[in-house]
């Protein structure tokens, strides 16, 4: 999956794939999380958390994305 969203537990619905035609509330908190992946060695994901809002979404991940170095 690309996406799930998030409450009690860590992963719930909706699963955010190309095949689910569940639609995104206000109020929903999704996390967004692709990924790439080398088979046999190595793979990473990063997620961002959005609130669903009436409009859009607002981003809720504090970080700052960019290459460190």
Known sequence: ???HGVGVTGHEEPR???YNEVALAPGMVILLEPGTYVPGEW???LEDALLVTEDGAEV???HEK???G
């Open 1 to 3: 999956h690309t996406g």
């Open 16 to 18: 955010i794939v190309p």
């Open 43 to 45: 793979g990473v994901r």
């Open 60 to 62: 809720l991940t504090m």
């Open 66 to 68: 960019g290459m460190m």
